[in-house]
């Protein structure tokens, strides 16, 4: 008997650290953490520290406490090349991810400059911080299965990273992962993230408050 009460203490003690991680939040600085959102999103890439949390149009969020957009000039930065984290996809979708990755600098001035007008600036090439971003993962779906089959069948969508960093001190200010998806055949991906642009333009011009719940899957 008294040999298996070591045993029972250390199955235990197992069993309650296990829980522990499991339900701790996932930080960019924890060593041997999980991607979230299907292995899509890699913490890594945005820098220690950060844990991402869930907000209304934003699938996982993190903002630096304090932060705030207001004054500062935003130097819209080039995106970098596609880097699919996800299944493996058909060069056409390759190819539209290359495509959005050329469009989204443009795109995000754009739609950044008409919401934050006199609030904060936008440049293509100039600022005291700078965003920019990369496509991991973009699926073209199926026109035909959309709008023969529907219901989801044969959807399209697209998934990002976006970080905006400190220039001078290269400190990541915000943290962005998302994914759009068009699911009819009366919308194209392009057009979903036309909308989500003027979303987050909104809410960045209200320096992205009001993340809530600690991202766990």
Request: with cysteine; charged share 25%.
């Amino acid at each position: 008997m008294s040999l298996l009460r070591p045993a029972i203490l250390a199955i235990l003690l197992a069993v309650f650290f296990g829980v522990c991680l499991a339900t701790s939040p996932v930080s960019a600085g924890d060593e041997g953490q999980k991607r979230l959102d299907d292995g899509l999103l890699d913490p890594s890439w945005f820098g220690p520290g950060i844990v991402f949390r869930q907000a209304e149009d934003i699938d996982f969020l993190w903002v630096k406490p304090g932060f705030s957009i207001k004054g500062r000039k935003i130097h819209i930065d080039k995106w970098a090349d596609p880097v699919f984290l996800g299944k493996e996809r058909r060069p056409k979708d390759s190819a539209k991810a290359a495509e959005l990755t050329e469009l989204m600098p443009t795109r995000m001035r754009g739609a950044l400059g008409a919401a934050l007008a006199g609030y904060a600036e936008v440049s293509r090439d100039d600022g005291d911080i700078v965003m920019t971003g990369r496509f991991v993962d973009c699926n073209t779906g199926s026109k035909a299965k959309k709008f023969l089959i529907g219901m989801g069948a044969g959807h399209a969508d697209a998934t990002w990273d976006i970080k905006i960093v400190d220039k001078t001190s290269g400190e990541v200010l915000v943290a962005i992962h998302h994914r759009c998806v068009s699911g009819t055949s009366m919308s194209e991906i392009d057009d979903k993230i036309a909308k989500w642009l003027e979303k987050f333009g909104k809410a960045l011009h209200d320096d992205l408050a009001g993340s809530n719940a600690p991202a766990n899957s």
